[in-house]
């Protein structure tokens, strides 16, 4: 009997043993599934990698409908689905994309293939792909997949969860909704946070200006993304100054990176409506001004200084308060954006108990007054020479210019203010100046476009004349890059690293322009033999052999200036230019280093 009942207690113990067994198999089988990355899921995952967490990203960036109805439902395991691009700008940034269309991105000089056609502003592309698979060609509105395979809401997740460092900016839009685009749409920036850096470099995209209702209307017509955010892509990768690659960026690769779109169209100067009528009687000249100033009203919204003191008080969650150093650069429009409002972030920065030293950097924004004779008063339209552009649009715009500058100048003469040589000398804060010594936009005000038509001897005179005024305006600035090229804008190409002026790159100069500064703030003595003042002292244009290429507008060609100057209908030995003289005076400054 007791043996009975030993066995039937051994067979028990067996039997509930297979079932744990049974369990256990499952259980392993559900953890197994749960792991399989190609398993549909919904929800965002809540797992944190380190860093900003995809939920964080969620909050801090809207997703931006390129176009109505076009975006899918987001965080599945095989996509947020596809984003049809707007005006050529698609959102990419997936770490292994699926079906995506493979597209240009391209601006300032660069171009990189990416997922979905994105597109570039002034060297910023919008792609961010890293494995890109089944791709149709991209253009306009070319769909891309935005895709994470895994579980993650977003691609930043998904790129963390690979192990891999995400080099894209994402946008965030402000958090005062009062302050917009031209057409009333959120403005915002671009964010790429270097987790432990003090360093804070915020960048103004370029893109001139409009002035009028018709200047205006034109722009919204043909470049509604400078006008609007409801084009804008999810993310951006930077390139150039603004990219985090080393060797494409030594010295602010690990900085945190911050993009400003520009859609406000008054230089970086606006600050809202205008007043709606004079409050007295006006007389003579003044009510002329001021039926002008009505007629000139349009429905649009001007708050580019407005969009920056913002996009200030948004990064004072995310650390800018305890920077060390903020650089205030941009790019032409952007560059002027740069002089007409540093003293006003040091400002700020200041009142908010920061102790950062705030520099700028200036591209291709030192302009020069117009040389052509155009009819006082010019009317409303795009033959506006910059200077008239400027006094119409500060009306229309309610722009301000930094303070010391404003009382040098009478009132109604504040529009000198946005020319780097006649405000440069009221400004405190640290400033370097990039420009080309013939600038291809400052060549433009004046109708003469290198490499589109012919040229006549008069042009090229006035052209050899432009590098020697600009190099005379740049002659008190401590701190400045001016090769002798034709070329326009250079921080945000992908090879700014090439162009050298004496044997010195540009990443190499702002180095050296950074160390002096840090020394001087820590009252030691700059190190001898790292230059910042660098001025091509050649004659004409593209001596500098390090000189970005000219293009045939024609055949897209790569010509020499003698050649260009040559398929222009110019015979260079009258100009001065001896062939053989040029070859040899090239070579000697190869030899000697630039």
């Excluded at 004079?278 to 349009?298: A, D, L």
């Excluded at 890059?481 to 090879?495: D, G, I």
């Excluded at 230059?531 to 000189?547: A, E, I, K, M, S």
């Excluded at 260079?572 to 090239?586: A, C, R």
């Amino acid at each position: 009997m007791t043996g009975c009942l030993l066995i039937e207690s051994v067979s028990y113990i067996d039997t509930e043993m297979k079932i744990l067994g049974q369990i256990a198999f499952l259980l392993m089988l559900g953890g197994m599934w749960c792991q399989n990355p190609n398993a549909k899921v919904s929800g965002k995952s809540s797992k944190r990698t380190g860093g900003t967490s995809a939920e964080d990203v969620a909050q801090s960036a809207p997703v931006v409908d390129l176009t109505v109805g076009s975006t899918g439902g987001s965080g599945s395991a095989r996509g947020s689905g596809g984003t049809r691009g707007s005006a050529g700008a698609g959102t990419t940034g997936n770490t292994r994309g699926t079906a995506g269309a493979t597209g240009r991105a391209s601006g300032g000089g660069s171009s990189g293939r990416g997922n979905g056609g994105a597109a570039g502003s002034e060297g910023v592309g919008a792609t961010g792909s890293t494995k890109v698979t089944a791709g149709a060609g991209g253009s306009e509105g070319s769909r891309s997949t935005g895709s994470t395979r895994g579980s993650g809401g977003t691609a930043e997740a998904g790129a963390r969860s690979a192990g891999q460092q995400t080099d894209d900016m994402r946008l965030q839009f402000l958090k005062n909704t009062q302050v917009t685009c031209n057409d009333g749409t959120a403005a915002g920036f671009y964010l790429k946070e270097f987790r432990g850096s003090r360093r804070w470099l915020i960048f103004l995209e370029g893109g001139w200006c409009c002035y009028s209702k018709e200047t205006c209307d034109s722009r919204f017509q043909n470049i509604p993304r400078l006008m609007s955010s409801s084009g804008w892509p999810q993310t951006k990768r930077g390139t150039g100054i603004l990219s985090s690659q080393v060797e494409e960026n030594p010295h602010w690769h690990n900085a945190n990176i911050v993009f400003i779109p520009y859609c406000s169209s008054d230089v970086w100067s606006g600050t809202g409506p205008t007043s709606a009528a004079p409050s007295r009687p006006q007389q003579g000249r003044e009510r002329e001004g001021e039926r002008e100033k009505n007629e000139n009203t349009t429905e649009y919204t001007f708050m580019g200084s407005l969009i920056i003191r913002e996009v200030i008080k948004d990064l004072v969650p995310k650390g800018i308060k305890q920077a060390k150093v903020v650089m205030l650069s941009g790019t032409s429009a952007g560059g002027t954006g740069v002089l007409l409002n540093i003293e006003r972030v040091a400002s700020q920065l200041e009142q908010l108990g920061a102790e950062a030293q705030v520099r700028g950097l200036v591209d291709s924004g030192w302009f020069i007054e117009s040389k052509q004779q155009r009819p006082d008063n010019c009317p409303e339209t795009v033959s506006c020479s910059p200077e008239d552009a400027i006094k119409i649009g500060l009306r229309l715009w309610n722009g301000v210019v930094p303070d010391r500058c404003q009382q040098l100048y009478k009132k109604g003469e504040e529009w000198q203010c946005f020319f780097g040589h006649k405000l440069f000398s009221t400004l405190t804060s640290p400033l370097f100046v990039v420009q080309w010594l013939f600038d291809e936009e400052q060549l433009r005000v004046e109708n003469i476009y290198i490499g589109g038509q012919s040229l006549s001897e008069e042009q090229w005179q006035y052209i050899q004349n432009l590098g020697v005024e600009l190099k005379n305006s740049l002659r008190d600035v401590t701190a400045v890059f001016a090769p002798s090229c034709l070329s326009h804008t250079v921080l945000t190409r992908s090879n700014w690293i090439t162009v050298q002026v004496k044997g010195t790159s540009l990443p190499r100069a702002l180095h050296c322009w950074d160390r002096s500064l840090e020394a001087t703030r820590n009252n030691r003595t700059p190190a001898k033999g790292c230059p910042f003042h660098l001025v091509d002292t050649c004659q004409w244009p593209q001596c500098n052999p390090t000189c970005p290429a000219l293009v045939d507008q024609a055949t897209q060609q790569e010509l020499t200036l003698l050649q260009m100057l040559m398929a222009m209908g110019l015979d260079p030995q009258k100009l001065g230019l001896d062939p053989q003289g040029v070859e040899d005076s090239l070579d000697s400054m190869v030899s000697n280093g630039g």
